[in-house]
């Protein structure tokens, strides 16, 4: 990954578009009123958008602070629990918002495991950038 960035450094400035684009989608995917989604086949793979979803705004977070700052030690907790934070805050605002969406606990378990998963891949990356520097130093 050291090597595809120095080759596109562009991408750095990318990463951070990147994470409030998908921050965005994602309060107005869980914060958008009912009667506006669609009944089609989307909520057959709703728990799957849920992991995907916070997982992804964990690892966006999660590389942003790997690579963009240049903090291949960064504790990556704090990252997962940011992530759980963001999840259970916007399942508590379908619930006090008039958007006629109810929390689920569903919702919060695959919110969670994408969560832990992200962290977990951020955890393997950070492991491979730390074995590469140790070797170019």
């Known amino acids: 990954m050291i090597s595809f ?15 409030i684009m998908w921050t965005l989608i994602t309060i ?4 958008v009123p009912a009667q506006y989604m669609s009944e089609a086949r989307l909520y057959q793979f709703d728990k799957l958008g849920h992991f995907a979803m916070f997982g992804g705004w ?3 977070i999660g590389l942003y602070w790997m690579i963009y700052r240049r903090n291949y030690d960064v504790n ?3 990252l997962v629990i940011a992530g759980l934070l963001f ?3 916007l399942e508590f605002l ?3 918002l008039p958007v006629n969406r109810s929390p689920s606990l569903l919702d919060m378990i695959a919110n969670g495991l994408g969560c832990l998963t992200a962290g977990g891949v ?4 950070q492991n491979r950038a730390k074995n590469i520097l140790t070797r170019v130093r």
């Open 58 to 60: 964990t690892g966006l």
């Open 28 to 31: 107005y995917f869980t914060l």
């Open 76 to 78: 990556l907790l704090p």
């Open 94 to 96: 379908q619930f006090i």
């Open 122 to 125: 951020l955890k393997i990356i």
């Open 5 to 19: 960035l120095d080759r596109h450094p562009s991408f750095y400035k990318i990463i951070p578009i990147i994470f």
């Open 87 to 89: 999840g259970g805050l």
